[in-house]
């Protein structure tokens, strides 16, 4: 078809060129590429948090065992055996006294790698009746059957060999399996280097000789000079030793001294105590000592010469002990019984101790046998050297981890079955990084391989009371770092109990404020005066936190307390005088006031909050006087006055509001009847009456109620009030009230003055006055888009991080009191994120700390929005 | 007026009571009280930080029990006895061991501001307070009395602070250049260790290279050794002597004097003149003693690189977002539950956007290209370079946290364009690309600026998450620099807003930092303010255009 000559002369095409087409589709496919990429990035947020935390909800896992099959013991004498594995868990090792032989095995398929004899290097090791070895070191002790015991070293050693070191048999090794090598093996670690290991096992140190029947269990813990070594011998006598090695500065010789005592058998009564088993608190200030009947001993060994016994407890609970294991970080001990129950012990400040140091041992965790129908008796214990996670394995086989914070199980394999033990262990051990169990009978060494998930973390640990080590009883706490054995306290409820007390407080406070200032800006403000405040309080909308943060914690906290007395006057002396005001006002004749009306908010900015303030100063000395006792900080900490003063505070909002009642229903109807015809003068004069009689009541009903709730002594002190801090809820309140007020107020104006303007035309022209208007018209109908206000402002509230981390003192403590401080999720997650290690239980829970912020403030926001959407809508309908 | 029959049936007190007179005036009460914080807070932040580097008068007070004290008065206040007593500035940390000193107006016999007496800001140690009394070099006096020293230190000082600045220079910039260049070779050696093996010849090479760098740079290390020595040797032995308000004699070298002045005897443009100084110092230079002296410039051109580049990434995404939303989805439930949504999102506490940055920027996505693109210096000293926090980290996390304001507002710019435009477009032939290219987003742009600065200002502001994603309280390699490649992503960097926590929070002298914290808060808000004020500014524009532009 020929194209239609337009009136330029030039052919007009009147087809879309290709290159506008082209670029159409190109600007679709970007822009909806782009567009939903970028919203899918938005909200992959909440996907990752929940990544990031749902792990710790994870059930630990177990691999299938490696079996090693082991020669039995020569003779009949019983084996001993210790167990262990490197850093890696990839290689165990097995010292086994009974047959005399050290072992190294390839845990991956179970295979001996090397298998020597005990020589002569190691000295009478072979000989010994009791071993143990401090978790996570090579420092041991030996007891032997003629009483002695002896230092030594026994564990494993590995150093990472030097390239050109790596012979070629090494060198073709699958990443995690061992090869012999002299005097020990060679490993291919993970990380794709070559480690040299080796098991040392040397008896070292003097031998002692102070007790004189065979040596049945010993304990040893190193302090700083030296080692301190428990024995017991089977007759039950204790020997307690201190060894302290110093090296004389002349001669350059090494003296080793040795102090202790030795505690002899219970002689008298009719069953004496006989200890069976020894062990040491890792700071080597407490002896616990146990009898195979269950009766326990703790003793102060804090002077090794004069050990004195602090008390008795019952270890056993009915049943026999068999076996007991000092816990990671040396403060607790776990006891398993022949009915098949562990208990976990530790010392704790009681009120009812009966030991002269206040401590009393308690069984803070008790753990039921797996069966609860048939119980098997617990036949060892082995803690694990990096966290409050043992196993235990009872008669069956069965072989059960368990967590001593959480006091929960955390996983179970059965030991004894065809591919693996021929009878129930005789002794476990935790290795690697926490990622591979040991057990071993006489005749085989099985290992499993095994991810304990984060044990310390369960719904319990997180939102339940837990009984922490030491801690007097089960109590919600939130406490990370420490020292390397601390045992960490992942509660969550003081910091819920944090975030809630910010949110309350400053939304009690920015609350009322930011609406009442609505209303007035909105329905009595000129829109000329209207238009230049609003763009101010937005302004102060878009201050950054942590200014305001800054201001509170340096600027108000010091200003409030110094002046704390009028602070806490003006809350209640701000508004009356306002009140008062106001009936001043009315006094002026109707002409003036109408004039005036513009002016109304100078002249209460100007004078009516200046004088309330003088007037909160000038009363405050009096209201500390009068009602707590002259000083109101000390009144707070408890020290002097009357319970009055809290009372009376408490309850002046609820007596004003009963007394306004009184007004409203009793005096105004007659007042109506009664002022017919009076002047406008007269009956403001009349209202000025009212309202002196109607604070009078106020006060006076408050008064009584407080001298009742005094009288039958009761206090608010300790409830929400309480020791003064510089850093504590109110200044938060204060700081958090500069971010929410704006967004509240802005919000909730722009609810009230899109409220149709007809509507109030209407209400006004029925000869409704202005404020009747407001409150019975405009309020109603724009409650949804308040109520929305409200909600932001309580999102922003909820998640505010630096306000609380700078005004909030940030100590985790859970308590309602107005002046005291506390940490929310949003300040712990500010603090403790970068310090805590990638992947890790505190890392994980931080982020659970996000999501729950998150989620919380979603929901707030959704639910905002959706009233803000209906009342839109309903809006739109009037 | 009261026999009148008409009025004789109201009741006086109902319509006083319909006025609601008293709630009124709470209300307005509020609407005041929220005024007065804001206008109290603004007021209380410009003026504390407008005054910081104003000089003000030293004073000696001689005290009732002999004590002789120089010092600024900070602050007065009613004593807990009902007295009056003053906070002052003693300084001097070394001899007294505190900055500050409250003296009871009792205690006070007389208060002098002698012409001499001197305030010195050194470069360790807090201020210094006291009367010049000799100019020493070495053993030698150059100058005697207090009016012949204070001239001969005023002539001789800005060659000594040349000199020192010359020092300071080399070692931080071209011993830092040398030190690079240095770890740059170390680093091949260990590529090449880890590309070709041990034993490679590729790695002999890249050793033999660092051997040749490391000789070359211990040569000029050298140079720059007998320069630095030079410049240091010719600064030693100059000193000026004070004696302090109790008479104790003191020798300040004078490398260590940053600036000294007499206030006592200022002229008012003289005055000015220490002012403006002192604010350049603030401005331009390096931070000193723990933040709370010298300036703060490595924390400002942070803060604008992070904005800026905050800006570059957000303005894209969001403005492609909105678009999206407004000119292509189909409307219906999803959109609708999008937008929500993405509403929402603007009300996440900015802490959980920090959490997700530190978690999915740096160690997810950093640690990823640390393990691809940097793994010799991961193996080499263990240093994460992009998996840990840094400037791009940082402000992508921004980026993201102000991506919602960005849509909502560009959004609703669009929606703002009159559909009457669009359809005049279509009509006239345009294509839907070429409608928004040449229709839509010229309308829309101040919109799309108005939430583009907005966003900004939250971001200049917002510094809970950076403290998680980068922000350090001592950087000063700048993230944007003259060196090669002159931007740093991965660096660390200083931020005004985090410098408000550090420095007010953390500092080991609070009550000495505390001015600095309010020039520093100051001058953010200043920026802050100025960008709202360009936003609101914007908007009225945009305004105005559309009432006279409507169809």
């Given at each position: 078809m020929k194209p239609d000559p337009s009136f330029t002369g030039r052919a007009r095409r009147r087809t879309t060129r290709p290159g506008v087409r082209f670029g159409d589709a190109c600007a679709r496919a970007v822009i909806t590429l782009g567009g939903i990429g970028t919203i899918a990035a938005v909200l992959l947020m909440g996907v990752f948090l929940l990544s990031v935390a749902l792990p710790l909800f994870r059930s630990a896992s177990v691999g299938g065992p490696a079996l090693t099959a082991i020669e039995g013991a020569e003779g009949n004498r019983p084996p001993l055996l210790a167990l262990g594995t490197d850093e890696s868990g990839g290689i165990g090792w097995s010292l086994d006294l009974g047959a005399g032989r050290i072992r190294l095995l390839d845990l991956a398929d179970g295979a001996v790698v090397s298998d020597r004899p005990l020589d002569g290097s190691d000295g009478d090791l072979g000989q010994a009746t009791a071993l143990r070895v401090h978790p996570g070191s090579t420092l041991a002790v030996v007891g032997f059957a003629d009483g002695s015991f002896r230092t030594a070293t026994v564990g494993i050693e590995s150093t990472f060999l030097p390239a050109a070191e790596v012979d070629d048999d090494a060198r073709q090794l699958l990443v995690g399996r061992a090869i012999a090598a002299v005097d020990g093996a060679v490993l291919r670690t993970a990380d794709d280097r070559w480690a040299r290991i080796r098991v040392v096992a040397a008896v070292a140190g003097e031998t002692s000789?102070?007790?004189?029947?065979?040596?049945?269990d010993v304990d040893v813990t190193p302090l700083a000079g030296g080692p301190l070594i428990a024995a017991v011998d089977e007759s039950g006598a204790i020997r307690v030793e201190r060894r302290s090695t110093k090296r004389n500065m002349l001669t350059g010789k090494e003296v080793t001294k040795r102090d202790g005592t030795t505690i002899p058998p219970e002689e008298s009564g009719a069953s004496p105590f006989r200890a069976a088993h020894v062990r040491l608190s890792e700071l080597g200030d407490h002896l616990w000592a146990i009898a195979t009947d269950g009766r326990g001993k703790r003793y102060s060994i804090r002077d090794i010469d004069r050990p004195e016994v602090m008390e008795s407890f019952d270890a056993g609970v009915g049943a026999e002990v068999t076996s007991v294991v000092r816990l990671f970080g040396g403060n607790a001990l776990a006891v398993g019984d022949t009915a098949g129950t562990v208990r976990v012990f530790f010392t704790s400040r009681q009120p009812?101790?009966?030991a002269e140091d206040g401590l009393a041992v308690v069984v803070a965790k008790t753990f039921p046998p797996a069966d609860p129908a048939s119980p098997q008796a617990v036949v060892t214990l082995a803690a694990s050297p990096r966290s409050r996670l043992f196993a235990a394995a009872d008669a069956s086989g069965k072989v059960r981890l368990l967590h001593s914070t959480a006091g929960a199980d955390v996983l179970a394999v059965n030991a004894v079955a065809a591919d693996r033990?021929?009878?129930?262990?005789?002794i476990l051990a935790i290795g690697g990084r926490e990622t591979t169990l040991l057990a071993a009978d006489e005749r085989g060494i099985a290992a499993w391989d095994f991810d304990a998930g984060y044990p310390e973390i369960n719904p319990r640990t997180l939102f339940g009371a837990v009984w922490y080590e030491n801690y007097p009883a089960a109590v919600h706490a939130w406490e990370t770092t420490g020292h390397q054995t601390f045992e960490s306290k992942y509660g969550f409820i003081p910091l819920v109990v944090g975030t809630i007390k910010a949110t309350l407080y400053a939304m009690l406070f920015a609350t009322p404020v930011a609406i009442l200032a609505a209303i007035f800006s909105s329905q009595f403000l000129h829109p000329s005066w209207r238009a230049r405040i609003k763009p101010v309080i937005e302004m102060m909308a878009s201050l950054p936190s942590v200014v305001l943060g800054f201001m509170a914690g340096l600027v108000i906290a010091p200003l409030v307390e110094r002046g704390l007395a009028p602070v806490i006057t003006g809350f209640f002396v701000v508004p009356l005088t306002l009140l008062l005001g106001a009936h001043l006002w009315q006094l002026l004749p109707t002409a003036a006031r109408m004039r005036l009306a513009p002016w109304r908010l100078p002249i209460i900015g100007c004078v009516g909050l200046p004088a309330g303030s003088l007037a909160s100063a000038v009363a405050a000395p009096h209201v500390e006087r009068l009602?707590?006792?002259?000083d109101l900080r000390s009144w707070l900490d408890g020290r002097g006055g009357s319970g009055l003063g809290g009372w009376v505070i408490a309850f002046l909002p609820v007596a004003a509001i009963a007394a306004t009642m009184v007004c409203g229903r009793l005096v105004n109807p007659w007042l109506r009847s009664a002022s017919v015809g009076w002047h406008p003068r007269r009956a403001a004069l009349v209202s000025l009456a009212v309202f002196i009689g109607g604070v009078a009541l106020a006060v006076a009903l408050a008064v009584a109620a407080g001298t009742f709730l005094d009288a039958i002594r009761?206090?608010?002190?300790?409830?929400?009030?309480g020791s003064y801090v510089q850093r504590n809820a109110m200044i938060v309140a204060f700081g958090m009230s500069f971010a929410v007020i704006p967004l509240i107020f802005t919000i909730a104006d722009d609810a009230l003055s899109s409220v149709p303007d007809h509507l109030r035309s209407a209400s006004l022209g029925a000869g409704a006055t202005p404020w009747q208007t407001a409150i019975r018209v405009i309020l109603p109908a724009a409650t949804s888009g308040i109520f929305s206000a409200v909600m932001i402002g309580l999102g922003r509230a909820v998640g505010e991080t630096m306000i609380v981390l700078m005004a909030a003192g940030n100590t985790p403590i859970m308590d309602w009191n107005l002046f005291s401080g506390f940490q929310t999720l949003s300040a712990a997650i500010a603090t403790e994120l970068p310090e805590a290690a990638r992947d890790s239980a505190h890392y994980r829970v931080l982020f659970l700390a996000a999501l729950t912020l998150f989620a919380l403030t979603f929901v707030l926001n959704t639910v905002a929005e959706i009233i803000r959407e209906r009342f839109r809508r309903r809006s739109h309908e009037l | 007026m009261s026999s009148d029959p008409s009025r004789r049936r109201r009741s006086a007190h109902a319509a006083l009571a319909a006025h609601g007179e008293a709630w009124v005036w709470l209300t307005g009460g509020c609407l005041a009280l929220a005024m007065a914080m804001i206008i109290g807070l603004l007021g209380y932040i410009v003026s504390e930080g407008v005054a910081t580097f104003w000089p003000r008068p030293l004073e000696l007070l001689e005290l009732a029990d002999g004590r002789r004290v120089l010092g600024e008065q900070t602050a007065r206040d009613q004593a807990p006895d009902g007295g009056g007593r003053r906070l002052m500035r003693t300084a001097n940390f070394e001899l007294t061991g505190k900055h500050f000193e409250w003296f009871d107006d009792a205690q006070v016999k007389t208060a002098t501001t002698p012409a001499s007496a001197t305030v010195v800001e050194r470069l360790e140690g807090g201020r210094f307070h006291g009367f010049p009394t000799r100019l020493l070099h070495g053993e030698e006096v150059l100058a005697e009395g207090a009016d012949a020293a204070w001239k001969g230190f005023e002539t001789r000082h800005p060659e000594v602070r040349r000199r020192w600045r010359e020092a300071w220079r080399i070692d931080k910039q071209d011993r830092g250049e040398l030190q690079r260049r240095l770890r740059a070779a170390r680093l091949a050696v260990v590529r090449a260790e880890l590309n070709s093996g041990p034993e490679s010849p590729a790695r002999a090479a890249a050793a033999a290279a660092e051997e040749a760098i490391a000789k070359e740079v211990a040569e000029a290390e050298r140079l720059l050794d007998g320069r630095t020595t030079e410049l240091r040797t010719a600064n030693d032995g100059l000193g000026l002597e004070f004696a302090t308000g109790s008479g104790e004699s003191v020798v300040l070298p004078m490398a260590e004097i940053v600036r000294a002045w007499q206030p006592n005897r200022l002229s008012f443009t003289d005055r000015l003149g220490v002012y403006v100084a002192r604010w350049g110092e603030f401005l331009w230079d390096d931070p000193r003693e723990a933040n709370s002296a010298g300036g703060v410039f490595p924390a400002i051109w942070g803060t604008i690189a992070m904005t800026l580049i905050m800006a570059l990434l957000v303005a894209p995404f969001g403005v492609l977002a909105a678009l999206y939303l407004r000119e292509y989805a189909s409307r219906g439930p999803v959109t609708a539950a999008v937008r929500i949504a993405i509403n929402n999102l603007a009300g996440v506490p900015s802490i959980v956007y920090g959490a997700f940055g530190l978690g999915f920027f740096c160690y997810v996505v950093g640690g990823s290209i640390d393990e691809l693109l940097f793994r010799p210096a991961l193996v080499a000293d263990g240093q994460p370079t992009f998996g840990t926090g840094g400037l791009l980290w940082a402000s992508l996390t921004l980026a993201l946290l102000t991506l919602p304001v960005v849509i909502v507002s560009t959004e609703e710019a669009l929606s703002a364009v009159p559909n009457s435009m669009r359809e005049g477009s279509y009509a006239c032939g345009a294509s839907k690309w070429q409608t928004i290219r040449r229709i839509v987003l010229p309308r829309a742009l101040p919109g799309i600026m108005t939430g583009l600065i907005l966003a900004m200002a939250r971001g200049a502001g917002e510094v809970a998450p950076l403290m998680l994603v980068g922000v350090k309280k001592l950087a000063l390699d700048l993230p944007i620099d003259g060196t090669f490649p002159f931007v740093h992503p991965e660096r660390e960097f200083m931020h005004l807003a985090y410098l408000i926590y550090d420095v007010g929070f953390q500092s080991p002298n609070s009550q000495a930092a505390k001015p600095m914290v309010f020039t520093i808060t100051f001058l953010l808000v200043a920026i802050i303010a100025l960008l709202n004020v360009a936003a609101i500014w914007i908007r009225g524009r945009l305004r105005r255009r559309y009432v006279s532009q409507q169809f």
């Open positions: 000789r102070e007790v004189s029947g065979r040596i049945v009812d101790a009966a033990l021929a009878s129930a262990p005789r009602l707590f006792g002259g009761l206090d608010a002190r300790g409830g929400l009030l | -």
